[in-house]
């Protein structure tokens, strides 16, 4: 069964740094999202993304964070001048129109 | 706006008991669809179930089953005869259907840690 594939599984960098996180949704997947995980917490939605444009994003969304599909398989989720905060899970999704929403296996992020 | 609330945040059992994880959620949308997902040690989100708005039908898979309750807003999931292997992180999440308006985003409820003791 296709897969959503997330890279790194984990990443670790210093405050005030830049981190692109990498998602390949699955092939024929329309809509794809980017959520957040704080560790014990709930799973946050962040962004969603729709013919190559952002469709939604939350509050926690800021200018701080950007996507793009720069080349029609990747979706990345940049976060520029990484903070402590910034320590999460973040989980990519696809989905077609119907289908559930399928989540990578997440990349946790450690920010020291 | 719409809501998911998942009031059980930790439940602990005993292998072999059954058990029911509650959630209740709110909306608007004539149109939506209901999920749960497993959230194991390992940290991935698994899909469990999705119902949609139009489909009241219970369904059972295995050992688990869900109780989907127009009336009360209610979409409870029950293990039967828990497993160790059961001990996880369950989510229940609500998305509209997707349309000119609705991005298919899914929104979380706060999810119950289930541990079962062997």
């Known amino acids: 069964e296709p897969e959503v594939t997330q890279t790194p599984s984990h990443q670790v960098t210093q405050m005030g740094q830049e981190v692109i996180l990498r998602c390949v949704p699955i092939?024929?997947?329309?809509?794809f999202y980017w959520y957040r995980q704080i560790l014990g917490q709930k799973v946050e939605f962040l962004v969603s993304?729709?013919?190559?444009?952002?469709?939604?994003k939350s509050e926690i969304f800021d200018d701080q964070f950007s996507v793009e599909r720069p080349d029609g398989s990747n979706f990345t989720l940049k976060i520029r001048s990484t903070k402590l905060e910034d320590s999460a899970m973040y989980f990519c999704a696809s989905t077609g129109r119907s289908s559930p929403l399928h989540f990578g296996n997440g990349t946790r992020l450690t920010v020291t | 706006a719409q809501k998911v609330t998942q009031a059980q945040t930790e439940i602990s059992v005993v292998e072999k008991e059954d058990v029911t994880l509650d959630c209740v959620y709110e909306?608007?949308?004539?149109?939506?669809?209901l999920f749960w997902y497993k959230q194991p040690p390992s940290g991935e989100l698994v899909f469990l179930i999705r119902r949609n708005s139009f489909d009241e039908q219970n369904e059972i898979s295995g050992r688990y089953s869900w109780n989907f309750q127009k009336s009360t807003s209610s979409f409870n999931f029950t293990i039967t005869a828990s497993q160790v292997v059961d001990s996880a992180v369950y989510f229940c999440?609500?998305?509209?259907?997707?349309?000119?308006?609705?991005?298919?985003?899914?929104?979380f409820g706060q999810g119950t840690t289930l541990q079962v003791k062997p």
């Open positions: 999440a609500l998305r509209s259907g997707l349309g000119s308006s609705n991005t298919g985003k899914l929104i």
């Open positions: 092939s024929n997947h329309l809509y």
């Open positions: 909306t608007r949308d004539t149109t939506y669809y």
């Open positions: 993304f729709y013919n190559n444009e952002i469709s939604e």
